[in-house]
């Protein structure tokens, strides 16, 4: 018997899904490699691949870090604060769609979730405003017994590899980040390892913000297989090691001691899983935007 | 051994034995107006026409004891291991005293004094009274300035001008300038609760050993750490004079305390588990190992190593004051200086003229007794470090660059090396690229001032540079563009308490001076 059209059920609409990709020198593109690893939320259930960076798609990233620090750390200071204050109006934007991701990333109900995005969204704000003030409050003007006149300034140390916290994957990365950009370096960036899509979506943010490609590059997959290569690659001069695990981070900081990396570890008896990104007083300090700066002292002589 | 007298023994080399290159034909004053040499100029490679009568500075102001044990809990103790090594005047290649050699376990000992004192008494103390201490160092180390001044000369070989006028005065503001920061603490990190580490290994080198005493000392005593330092096996002595100055000023047992001894003993002080804070000036090497000691624990670090720093002159210069700078750049302390200005780049315009007027000048410098109030140049530290710089400049003549030194006479006895002048060299010679620590430097040209930022920064290292000229715009655009911790701009080899002093790159990393000399040694995450 004909159905009738009346009868027939209405077609169901077929979600249009994203695939999780890098984030090198402006460009979003798959791992060289063609690898992919499951993602899944915190019941088991996948939620999309994501790409499996490859020790290539390191190098490439460390590339275009190098490549577009002399343009970031010439920008004025203020210009990188609207910079990073512009990356915070994105985010608001698209707030509806980080709790949804965070919540299902870090299987955390929707208002914790909420709590998240909004804070990480607050502490660009927080960030951006440093931009030109980090100097007056690290730099000096230093009386010296003779008749120079001598001064000390902060400037970028450079390419700072980031391990990003692997628990919170948003507010966690953003804590970590903003401070390293924010004082005119550029970076590659590991993402969580399990819980990498809003960092991946946040990339989408980065590329909308006016930030130029290449300051923030960002990489998905194995700690295990990337981190030694990005604690060894001679042409990062710093690490942040917070999202380091334990067992690593011997092995990170033997390697990076070979160009003298300067590194960025959690402070004594911090555990940086169970570190509150929430709580403002512990989680924004200045020392974690000067620790990625190097003071540059200019003396000279004063006479007629 | 105090009685023992310098002779002025001297073999006459230099010119009669190795006769120098030809001089470079004097370029026609490019640009420069007519730049004639002065009245009193030498012909390049000619000596003093004529002779310096001897200024020795009297060495009986220093009464040494014939061996020196450790300083621990603050006694004078032998090391566990009983054994002693001798320290030597490197201007007459004789021994000076025995110093204890130190091992393992008298750092065990003096990491436990130090844990001790920190928490018993200076730990406790309020910032007031630790404040006074550190005057205190620094009034008794101006009123034996003389003393110390004489027997860093002895020990070190560097020239009592520079000991008296530049190391002592430097050493003792040290001390002062950190005195005053001990009650002060919560002012230089405001709002973030600054406290002291614990204890501190620290670990120094032979080429300025006091003044880099001071540089470890006096802002980790201010900050509240306790310290245990171990100064260079070659140059120890006036950390034990330093010893002597604790007990004078009274300072609480432990917390200070000098382990003399080898290399390895200086890798048990910084891998002790019970340290909590490294400071280690010295070679990018030794640096590495130290990181790599470090590695995976919670310690805190800085580290002032290598450098290979680059003295860039603008035509436009003040050509007579940036010729005083080069020199005093390169051959200040023989050239033993992490920070000299090795590399010379001079703009191609200028260039003859100015390597003209370097081999004017370096033919009035005066190499030898070191003890001798006129000397400029005094003896090279150690027989290895002489060894290397021999190398090196045997590199620099193997590797086509041209070399020429003045027809000084040097000392019979004792390590000494004449001032040396590489021109043509290429970047890619060692000579361009390796520390040589010595007084030897390399003339590389440029034409461009985006050249000569790219030939500055074409080195791992980074701790300090120069730059010459009259621009002022100039000045602070290379400023910026230069890799390098520390700048002088028409200056040269500058220093101060209050000034940061650290490098970029492999040259290190963490500031000694000033502000962040001082935040070093603080826990600025206590409250994280």
Redesign the interface.
């Known amino acids: 018997m004909p159905r009738t059209p009346k009868e027939r059920p209405a077609p169901v609409r077929i979600a249009v899904r994203k695939t999780y990709k890098l984030y090198v020198g402006g460009a979003f593109p798959r791992s060289e490699s063609g690898r992919s690893y499951v993602i899944r939320d915190a019941a088991g259930v996948e939620l999309a691949n994501a790409a499996l960076g490859s020790r290539k798609d390191l190098r490439d990233a460390v590339r275009a870090a190098r490549a577009a620090l002399p343009g970031w750390d010439r920008r004025s200071a203020m210009n990188r604060g609207q910079i990073l204050y512009r990356i915070a109006e994105m985010l608001e934007g698209r707030r509806a769609q980080f709790v949804e991701e965070v919540a299902a990333a870090e299987g955390i109900g929707p208002d914790a979730a909420r709590t998240a995005v909004d804070r990480a969204i607050d502490r660009w704000v927080w960030t951006a405003g440093w931009a030109d003030k980090i100097a007056q409050v690290?730099g000096?003007v230093?009386?010296?017994?003779?008749s120079?006149f001598?001064f000390?300034i902060p400037?970028p140390?450079g390419v700072v590899g980031v391990v990003a916290p692997e628990g919170s994957s948003l507010l966690g990365l953003v804590s970590r980040l903003a401070p390293v950009i924010v004082g005119g370096n550029t970076c590659v960036v590991l993402a969580s390892e399990g819980r990498p899509l809003p960092a991946v979506t946040l990339t989408e943010v980065l590329a909308t913000s006016d930030l130029p490609g290449g300051v923030v590059n960002l990489l998905t997959g194995r700690r295990a297989e990337l981190v030694p290569w990005l604690a060894a690659h001679l042409d990062v001069?710093a690490l942040d090691l917070w999202g380091v695990p334990a067992g690593m981070?011997?092995?990170?900081?033997?390697e990076?001691?070979?160009?003298?990396k300067?590194i960025a570890r959690p402070?004594?008896?911090?555990d940086p899983e169970r570190f509150d990104w929430l709580d403002d007083?512990?989680a924004e300090?200045p020392?974690w935007i000067a620790q990625h700066l190097?003071?540059?002292?200019?003396?000279?002589?004063v006479g007629m | 051994m105090a009685e023992r007298t310098r002779t002025p023994r001297t073999r006459a080399t230099g010119a009669s034995a190795t006769p120098p290159p030809e001089p470079a034909p004097r370029s026609a004053a490019v640009g420069r107006g007519t730049a004639s040499p002065s009245t009193w100029a030498l012909g390049e490679g000619q000596a003093l026409p004529w002779e310096y009568a001897p200024a020795p500075e009297s060495r009986e102001i220093v009464k040494l004891q014939a061996r020196y044990g450790l300083f621990i809990g603050g006694r004078e103790v032998p090391a566990q291991g009983g054994g002693w090594f001798t320290s030597v005047d490197p201007a007459t290649e004789e021994p000076i005293a025995e110093v204890a050699r130190g091992g393992p376990e008298d750092v065990e000992r003096a990491v436990a004094a130090a844990r001790r004192a920190f928490r018993k008494t200076w730990g406790p103390m309020p910032g007031r009274e630790r404040s006074k201490y550190l005057f205190r160092i620094a009034r008794i180390i101006q009123e034996r300035a003389r003393e110390l001044a004489v027997l860093e000369t002895l020990d070190n070989g560097k020239p009592i001008r520079e000991t008296r006028d530049v190391d002592l005065p430097l050493v003792a503001a040290h001390f002062w300038y950190y005195a005053g920061w001990a009650d002060k603490l919560a002012w230089a990190a405001p709002g973030r609760d600054p406290r002291p580490h614990g204890v501190a290994a620290q670990v120094i080198p032979w080429n300025f050993p006091l003044l880099m005493l001071a540089w470890k000392v006096a802002p980790a005593l201010a900050a509240g750490n306790t310290v245990v330092l171990k100064p260079a096996s070659f140059t120890p002595l006036s950390a034990m004079l330093f010893a002597d100055i604790c007990r004078q000023a009274e300072l609480p047992d432990g917390v200070v305390n000098i382990v003399t001894g080898p290399g390895e003993t200086g890798m048990a002080l910084v891998s002790h588990p019970d340290v909590d804070k490294v400071a280690f000036t010295g070679s990018t090497e030794v640096g590495r190992k130290i990181a790599r000691a470090v590695a995976g624990t919670e310690k805190a670090l800085t580290l002032e190593l290598g450098g290979k720093a680059a003295n860039i002159v603008f035509a436009d210069a003040a050509l007579d004051q940036a010729v005083e700078g080069i020199v005093n750049g390169i051959f200040f302390n023989q050239g033993e200086v992490c920070c000299a200005g090795s590399r010379l780049l001079v703009q191609e315009s200028v260039a003859d003229e100015v390597v003209a007027r370097l081999r004017e000048r370096l033919a009035t410098l005066r190499v030898g007794d070191p003890l001798d109030k006129n000397t400029d140049v005094g003896a090279i530290n150690n027989r290895p470090q002489l060894a290397r710089i021999e190398e090196l400049v045997a590199a620099g003549v193997a590797e086509g660059a041209e070399m020429w030194q003045p027809a000084c006479v040097l000392p019979e006895r004792g390590w000494f090396v004449r001032p040396t002048l590489f021109t043509n060299v290429q970047q890619s010679h060692r000579i361009a690229r390796e520390e040589i620590f010595g007084p030897v430097l390399s003339v590389l040209t440029f034409r461009t001032p985006d050249e000569a930022i790219e030939k500055a920064n074409n080195t791992t290292y980074g701790l300090s540079a120069g730059v010459w000229t009259e621009k002022g715009s100039r000045i602070l655009a290379m400023s910026r563009r230069l890799r390098a911790g520390v700048v002088w701009a028409n200056t040269f080899n500058r220093f101060d308490p209050a000034s940061p002093f650290g490098g970029m790159k492999e040259s290190g990393y963490g500031r000694e001076g000033g502000l962040h000399g001082l935040l070093a040694y603080l826990d600025l995450a206590g409250g994280v």
């Open positions: 690290y000096t230093n009386p010296v017994a003779s120079h001598d000390t400037e140390v001069d981070r011997t092995a990170a900081e033997t990076a001691a070979e160009n003298l300067r402070p004594r008896g911090v007083a512990r300090r020392e190097e003071m540059k002292t200019v003396w000279h002589p």
